[in-house]
């Protein structure tokens, strides 16, 4: 990871992030303070921390026997390291449309959380002067300002550098991604024609599903506005990689934060391909194992639809699922330039037009696809790879066909 920035935010009592070679901040004792040599990684807890660890307070929200724990645990690195803090440069704007939703207020909550936002715009159709004057009140250096109806939506959008769109309707029990279509690719196209006529330049993150053919859809609607950029169209797939890394850690109890799957594809059902082959660090898995955790995969937004009986979809995990992947986009435009996820988007890694794969985010967006993790599947994942692309191709087209049978509008 290039050097970037340290970061510090407050929840409650401090804790700051920092890395060595910079001149300590003054401040007050706080419940905890980690120091690494990758910051922003480690901001979140989403990735593994080469650092330190220093309680200076007994009043912490973590409690006692969990500080006296973690002062324990990294009392000889606390002892060798310095511990230093540096004020991060909170500098980008981000949006959320469907700010008041399931998904959009933890999202809202966790991109609040940001060393790097400077303004969170949320925007809904009602309801998101509550969640933004609620968020207004944590002490993280982001402003927050809500927008409602159509009318705003154009002040919202206006030089922001990531949109994140989590707006339609949720999943109920026995309805499939494709049922959600004649709503949800609706609201999507409206709300990317705004995108294209306010902030063509910023990254575009799409959490409403179906996103096989949501995507899609945004990509033409942009065409017809002559400012697509497809390195800078997302379809969030990330909660399949959170969800498969998960579930192998579990299988086979290791420690989650070291293990990644690559999951290609798209975005439902039998599309979802987890790549167990390419599993870091590399696990063995019978037959059996392997079509047990592939279909656990694929059907775990089910799994939550059916567990909630009717009161919502997966809406936690998904927004922190999102939230990793503005955290990434905000990472690369900030100028890191080891930043990898797996998403769905314009794609030739296969014949298909829009594809799920690992990609490296950089500071204009998709800077490379990434192909290897596709050679050398196994049998099984072969077969799976040829068996979703018919499925996968009539969602794109589906969406591709919505888009030009629309209007858009001036």
């Known amino acids: 990871m290039a050097a970037t920035a340290a970061a510090t935010f407050s929840v409650g009592t401090t804790f700051s992030v920092g890395r060595k070679g910079v001149s300590t901040a003054q401040s007050k004792p706080c419940a905890l303070r980690f120091t690494t040599q990758n910051p922003l990684k480690s901001f979140s807890g989403l990735k593994a921390a080469s650092g330190s660890f220093a309680c200076e307070s007994e009043s912490s929200f973590f409690g006692k026997e969990t500080t006296a724990a973690i002062r324990a645990s990294y009392a000889l690195k606390a002892h060798k390291e310095a511990v230093v803090v540096q004020q991060p440069q909170a500098s980008y704007k981000v949006a959320v449309l469907g700010a008041a939703g399931g998904i959009g207020q933890p999202l809202a909550l966790l991109i609040k959380m940001s060393p790097l936002v400077s303004s969170l715009h949320l925007y809904d159709i009602a309801n998101v002067k509550g969640v933004a004057a609620d968020l207004s009140h944590c002490n993280t250096p982001s402003q927050v300002l809500d927008f409602t109806g ?90 399949d990689v959170v969800r498969a890394n998960t579930f192998v850690a579990q299988k086979k109890s290791l420690k989650l934060i070291d293990v990644d799957v690559p999951v290609v594809g798209g975005h439902a059902g039998i599309t979802i391909l987890p790549l167990l082959s390419k599993t870091k660090p590399s696990v063995n898995l019978s037959d059996e194992e392997v079509a047990e955790l592939t279909v656990r995969i694929q059907n775990a937004g089910t799994e939550v639809v059916e567990a909630k009986a009717g009161a919502g979809s997966a809406t936690l995990s998904m927004a922190y699922a999102a939230a990793r992947f503005v955290e990434s986009s905000l990472r690369a435009l900030d100028g890191d330039s080891d930043v990898y996820e797996c998403s769905y988007v314009d794609s030739n890694l296969t014949e298909l037009p829009f594809f799920a794969s690992r990609i490296k985010i950089g500071k204009e967006g998709v800077e490379a696809l990434i192909p290897s993790d596709l050679q050398g599947l196994t049998e099984y994942e072969q077969k799976a790879l040829e068996a979703l692309k018919p499925e996968l191709k009539a969602s794109i087209e589906k969406g591709i066909a919505f888009a030009n049978k629309q209007p858009v509008a001036a």
């Open 150 to 239: 159509a009318d705003e939506l154009a002040k919202c959008l206006k030089g922001v550098d990531v949109v994140v769109i989590p707006a339609g309707v949720p999943r109920k029990p026995g309805m499939t991604r494709d049922d959600l279509f004649n709503i949800n690719a609706g609201i999507v196209k409206n709300l990317i024609e705004a995108v294209a006529d306010n902030c063509p330049d910023a990254f575009i993150h799409i959490i409403s599903n179906p996103v096989n053919s949501t995507v899609p859809i945004a990509a033409e609607v942009m065409k017809q506005k002559g400012v697509y950029n497809p390195k800078k169209l997302f379809g969030v797939s990330t909660l």
